[in-house]
């Protein structure tokens, strides 16, 4: 059977891994100043974060239209025998509910709940890709894939809590006193929704790597295949820190390091930083 694989644009896997593995990237919509933009196409990250520290207001996303869903997979599955989408969660997106929509009258199309974004998103796009290489039964692929999403774990560490705010997601006095008191807050992904986890105090490399190790250290149920290093922009000593004490804590087949795509930027800033790593099966 040959089966394709499109993702959501949320996914933030680096170019490098969408060509190798012939993804086809479906972009959301990133809301600027009264106007739509194609994520990853007509607008990147840099243009968010250079909009937001010349005063404009925060931007915003939005989902994918049903119609071009439809449009989309009907393109994608010519020249296949089926087609397998990996959405954002659908606990962050309607996005979810509008592939399921298009794909209905579609026998040969399967949209998968990654239940996250970004790079726990790219998880399930990357074990997709590893599953359509043998697979014979469409459904049974989809359980497979509906199962390994709830092993994966994905966290983000905040170095900044202005654009929060500006989302109204956290209180200018919350933020005031977590800047006071130089308290990181961690994002946990968990039952397809976002919570604050474990707040940090301190220097942000050094809460780096205490978040880093308390993620990786002191368990054994943490698949080696592979981890994601997903961040918007971070200084050098940063990403040293983080890569350092990944390898120091565990040695992984691979370890790949992306850049944060409009979703996590718009909602995150600059100075935001995750490991996203997958669970062994029970």
């Not at 891994?17 to 994520?39: A, C, H, M, Q």
């Not at 607008?43 to 989309?72: K, M, N, Q, R």
Request: proline share 4%.
């Amino acid at each position: 059977m040959k089966i394709k694989i499109t993702a959501d644009s949320t996914c933030d896997l680096s170019p490098e891994l969408v060509r190798e593995n012939d993804i086809t990237i479906i972009p959301l919509y990133v809301n600027k100043d009264g106007k739509s933009f194609r994520d990853g196409v007509d607008i990147v990250p840099a243009d968010i974060f250079a909009h937001v520290a010349a005063g404009g207001a925060l931007c915003s996303t939005s989902a994918v239209p049903l119609g071009e869903y439809e449009e989309a997979f009907q393109k994608n599955i010519e020249g296949y025998d089926a087609l397998v989408h990996i959405s954002i969660g659908s606990g962050f997106s309607v996005t979810h509910h509008n592939a399921c929509l298009a794909a209905e009258n579609m026998p040969n199309v399967r949209v998968i709940d990654s239940r996250s974004l970004s790079t726990g998103q790219g998880q399930v796009v990357m074990e997709a890709c590893r599953l359509a290489k043998t697979a014979t039964d469409l459904d049974e692929m989809k359980a497979a894939l509906d199962e390994f999403a709830t092993r994966v774990d994905i966290s983000f560490l905040l170095d900044r809590l202005d654009y929060m705010v500006k989302g109204g997601r956290c209180s200018p006095v919350t933020a005031l006193g977590a800047n006071l008191l130089k308290l990181k807050p961690c994002i946990e992904v968990v039952d397809n929704k976002m919570i604050v986890g474990k707040k940090y105090r301190g220097n942000y490399a050094k809460c780096m790597e205490r978040y880093v190790r308390d993620r990786l250290e002191h368990t054994d149920n943490i698949s080696p295949e592979r981890i994601f290093i997903t961040h918007t922009p971070v200084t050098p000593e940063i990403s040293e820190t983080v890569h350092r004490t990944v390898r120091e804590c565990m040695d992984f087949d691979k370890i790949y390091d992306t850049s944060a795509g409009c979703t996590v930027s718009c909602h995150c800033g600059e100075g935001c930083l995750g490991v996203i790593f997958i669970h062994k099966k029970a």
